[in-house]
């Protein structure tokens, strides 16, 4: 049975929490880096250091072993909009920027040896239009890109994921769709994190529909 090892940003901790209430079917390791963006993946001098510790974790390819990709939230919901306001950069060439990385990534890991990958869709925007509550609400303020806009954006950088991945052959799964509100087209509130000021979901809720999705794949 392969063994399942997750990398990404914080919102990995959803797949975490699904191995802990033993919802996976699949042994699983966790690589967390808080406030890793898929662009920062191209630069080895990046404030987290996500590249050289996705590197140490992975490298070299481990027999028998699956990395799942979770990257994206942070682009989507920030730095493109930051950057956009900030230094007037452009969104669209940012986004190809964002998602070339990750594909610089992910053909790394295909030269490497590892026959299977699986990418996860970043996950939509939580943070509410002129919301100042929470750490990373308030680390977040200066864009003014709305809810509606940040989700665009994000649903259009998962349709490019699903793409790349199927342009090479490998895995790719997301849970937008269970997510939305079919009225407002923004996050349902039932999946919003009980905690306020946390901009992860609903930690129970997502993680049922993260181990849903990853026990469907055929890996």
């Known amino acids: 049975m392969h063994s399942l090892y997750f990398v990404g940003d914080s919102h990995v901790q959803s797949f975490e929490i699904a191995a802990a209430l033993g919802l996976l079917r699949h042994p699983a390791r966790f690589l967390i880096v808080p406030g890793a963006t898929a662009v920062g993946l191209r630069n080895p001098e990046s404030q987290t250091q996500a590249l050289a510790q996705f590197r140490q974790g992975l490298l070299p390819a481990r027999p028998g072993v699956v ?14 909009w930051w950057r956009a306001q900030t230094h007037g950069e452009c969104l669209e060439a940012q986004l190809q920027a964002s998602l070339a990385a990750y594909t610089g990534f992910v053909d790394s890991l295909l030269e490497v040896g590892y026959s299977h990958l699986v990418l996860t869709g970043a996950v939509l925007p ?22 509606r806009d940040r989700t665009d954006l994000t649903i259009r950088y998962n349709q490019a994921l699903a793409a790349m991945a199927a342009e090479r052959g490998i895995l790719y799964t997301d849970i937008s769709a269970h997510v939305l509100d079919p009225e407002t087209g923004l996050l349902a509130d039932p999946f919003r994190n009980t905690t306020p000021g946390d901009h992860h979901l609903h930690p129970i809720k997502a993680a049922h529909l993260w181990a849903a999705a990853i026990n469907s794949l055929v890996l």
């Not at 990395?67 to 493109?80: S, Y």
């Not at 939580?126 to 809810?147: E, K, N, Y």
């Open 67 to 80: 990395p799942v990709i979770q990257l994206g939230e942070v682009d989507c919901g920030f730095v493109m």
């Open 126 to 147: 939580t943070i509410r239009d002129g919301q100042q509550w929470g750490r990373v609400a308030r680390a977040r303020h200066a864009v003014t890109a709305s809810q």
